[in-house]
């Protein structure tokens, strides 16, 4: 979504379609500072892979000072 919002915002693109065909002929270079951005967000991400493990989800708690229902989410 972010990605078209901009595509709209600075090249005034507005269908799927008509961003499809830009990102083919010219790729992601409108968005490469938004895409920068995201992907540092996504690098502080921590995935637990199993919510059930108790150890997991209490060293996550622990971790970033969560209460253990809202690690899960963390």
Same mark, same amino acid.
């Given at each position: 979504m972010?990605?078209?919002? =901009?595509?709209?915002?600075?090249l $005034?693109i507005?269908g799927?379609?008509d961003?499809? $065909?830009?990102?083919?002929?010219?790729g992601?270079?409108?968005? $490469?500072?938004?895409?920068?951005?995201l992907?540092?967000?996504f690098?502080?991400v921590?995935?637990?892979?199993?919510?059930? $493990?108790v150890?997991?989800v209490?060293?996550?708690?622990e971790?970033?000072? =969560?209460?253990?229902r809202?690690?899960?989410?963390?």
């Amino acid at each position: 979504m972010g990605v078209k919002l =901009l595509a709209e915002e600075r090249l $005034n693109i507005k269908g799927k379609y008509d961003l499809k $065909n830009y990102i083919k002929k010219k790729g992601y270079g409108f968005a $490469n500072d938004f895409l920068d951005r995201l992907h540092k967000l996504f690098a502080l991400v921590t995935l637990i892979d199993d919510t059930k $493990n108790v150890k997991s989800v209490r060293d996550v708690a622990e971790k970033y000072k =969560l209460l253990p229902r809202v690690s899960t989410m963390a």
